[in-house]
T-cell receptor, first 112, second 112 residues
């Protein structure tokens, strides 16, 4: 069983729609959860960072973690064509020194 | 702002060549990482380092080595490049007790 599952898409939605991106995971030791945005041929850029369960909001972006279900989500409100990118979830058990465990990414397309 | 730079954006090498990929971060981060990213496989950790002259193997270290002589610089070495090492290589850094990682722009390596 893979540690982190993420639908690769592509997910295509019209401009202005609410987008929901999700990851499921199997390792109950994960406590730190991140979302990265990666534009084509660029490095991943950190979007959101949450610790343990709960919600975190930053502008049009909301990250949600449900540790009991081992499920995390990223919501994008009022989606824009500039949001078109690949979104990677990442998680870690703590300690900081070793690498993160990444999902394979969801390719999102916002149609003007 | 955290800045992670990589020496080349695009690189073309021949099979059997020795290849050096350089990464520099300007935020005095202790931890540095090398990943490769391939379609359908996502990000995979090659090596990481939590201090100068320290290194740890990641998930796929075979065919690679690393060097960390200075805190700000982490080099990835392909001792004898092979075609299956054609990939996007991403460097990242993080502070010691923070799980978020900051990525460079990536080096797209083609081995012919």
């Amino acid at each position: 069983q893979k540690e982190v599952e993420q639908d690769p898409g592509p997910l295509s939605v019209p401009e202005g729609a609410i987008v929901s991106l999700n990851c499921t995971y199997s390792n109950s030791a994960f406590q730190y959860f991140m979302w990265y945005r990666q534009y084509s041929r660029k490095g991943p850029e950190l979007l959101m960072y949450t610790y343990s369960s709960g919600n975190k909001e930053d502008g049009r972006f909301t990250a949600q973690v449900d540790k009991s279900s081992k499920y995390i989500s990223l919501f994008i409100r009022d989606s824009q064509p500039s949001d078109s990118a690949t979104y990677l979830c990442a998680m870690d058990g703590g300690g900081g020194a070793d690498g993160l465990t990444f999902g394979k990414g969801t390719h999102l397309i916002i149609q003007p | 702002d955290v800045k992670v730079t990589q020496s080349s954006r695009y690189l073309v090498k021949r099979t059997g060549e020795k290849v050096f990929l350089e990464c520099v971060q300007d935020m005095d981060h202790e931890n540095m990482f090398w990943y490769r990213q391939d379609p359908g496989l996502g990000l995979r950790l090659i090596y990481f380092s939590y201090d100068v002259k320290m290194k740890e193997k990641g998930d796929i270290p075979e065919g690679y080595s690393v060097s960390r002589e200075k805190k700000e610089r982490f080099s990835l070495i392909l001792e004898s490049a092979s075609t299956n090492q054609t990939s996007m290589y991403l460097c990242a850094s993080s502070p010691p007790v923070q799980e978020t990682q900051y990525f460079g722009p990536g080096t797209r390596l083609l081995v012919l």
